[in-house]
């Protein structure tokens, strides 16, 4: 066990944290949201959004009242909008269940939805003081760099074995200082790529920095592959007096983007024409006796999420006027200058951004 360790990181953290808007806090409310939002997002991008949430909703009592839409528009860009879901349960349950208090121990936290052994651990021990270690990301890096540790880190035996180690290691340290000093060391010094092992503070005793194998730790399972899928949408614009409108309409599969709206989508296997699109069967039902005419087919955009990877084409068509509606009950026109007010994935955002559809 490395000598001192939890006195030397701290000392690092008091000399080197960021500055940030949920640090130096106690407050329990603050330190849930700004989990949530960083759960896979960078803080850099996270800020923003953490800002304007609290603006909006400073408490767990104004969070609790809001709409999902109005939560869902504020998350757009942020992806992952389970958590957004999450976000509103939990501020349910603990305003109905708990009175608006947070409960103080990890056991407690982690019957909350959306509050995982991660977020408990955070809340309990930066809130309240309570010894439990904090491993994310960042906690796994540097432990298994510095001893040297082979265990694959997306295993489940990996979780043991370095929620042991922490434990061990923040014994006789202040919770709080402790679990954000491992994490803020991860982030800053002891980085993915070309960590500062020069000016390293565990360099004579760090296992990976002395070997010069910094690179091999952590060690991970290679995954499955990406899977990759082909949306064809279409773009129905109806023209009106003073404004045109797009029917929308509303994603309820059990599929990404979950109640998130979207255009009428076709989903191919593989890239197709968009021409011969427009003749898919499910297309011809959808557009029936309208006639139209093409105004521009997109460029494939592309959106990166987890395991899928969409490559996407806009098919913009202009109905020309009393010649029909769509055949699909789901789909409903909406104008284009309240288009804003509906939360769509960043993919459609940026192609109404690009169109200047959306301004
Ligand atoms: S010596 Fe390098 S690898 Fe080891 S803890 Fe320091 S920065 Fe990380």
Redesign the pocket.
């Known amino acids: 066990m490395l000598k001192d360790f939890g006195p030397r990181i701290v000392k690092w953290y008091d000399k080197n944290k960021r500055e940030l808007p949920w640090r130096n806090s106690t407050n329990p409310y603050k330190i849930w949201l700004s989990e949530i939002i960083l759960q896979q997002t960078r803080v850099e991008q996270g800020l923003g959004y953490y800002l304007k949430f609290i603006r909006r909703f400073p408490d767990i009592y104004s969070l609790a009242e809001a709409s999902q839409t109005e939560v869902y528009k504020m998350w757009q860009g942020l992806g992952y909008y389970n958590r957004a879901d999450n976000l509103m349960a939990a501020a349910q349950t603990i305003v109905r269940q708990y009175k608006g208090l947070f409960p103080e121990t990890p056991e407690a936290l982690i019957r909350i939805q959306g509050i995982g052994p991660y977020t408990s651990a955070a809340i309990a021990s930066i809130a309240f003081g309570y010894p439990k270690p904090v491993v994310d990301g960042n906690v796994y ?2 432990l298994s ?2 001893f040297g540790i082979e265990t694959p880190i997306n295993t489940g035996r990996a979780k043991k074995e370095f929620e042991t180690l922490a434990g061990n290691l923040l014994q006789g340290n202040p919770p709080a200082a402790f679990n954000q000093a491992m994490m803020e ?1 991860g982030a800053l ?3 993915p790529v070309n ?3 020069l000016h ?4 004579s005793e ?5 070997l010069g194998e ?1 690179a091999r ?1 952590p060690v991970k399972k290679k995954k499955p592959g990406v899977r990759k899928r082909y949306f064809y949408y279409l773009l129905v614009e109806v023209p009106g007096n003073k404004s045109n409108a797009f029917f929308l309409k509303q994603r309820d599969k059990k599929d990404i983007w979950k109640n998130l709206y979207d255009f009428p989508l076709l989903e191919c296997n593989k890239r197709e024409n968009p021409a011969e699109v427009l003749k898919n069967p499910v297309f011809e039902h959808l557009i029936g006796q309208t006639n139209f005419n093409i105004k521009s087919v997109s460029n494939e955009y592309r959106h990166q999420l987890t395991h899928q990877k969409i490559h996407a084409v806009f098919i913009h068509l202009i109905v020309n006027k009393n010649t029909g509606q769509l055949s699909d009950n789901s789909v409903f026109l909406v104008d284009e200058n309240k288009l804003i007010t509906y939360p769509v994935p960043r993919l459609l955002e940026r192609y109404l951004q690009d169109q200047k559809i959306l301004k």
Do not use: E, W
């Open positions: 890096r540097v760099r510095l060391f010094h002891c980085k960590p500062d092992c390293c503070i565990f360099l760090c296992t990976a920095g002395r910094v730790f």
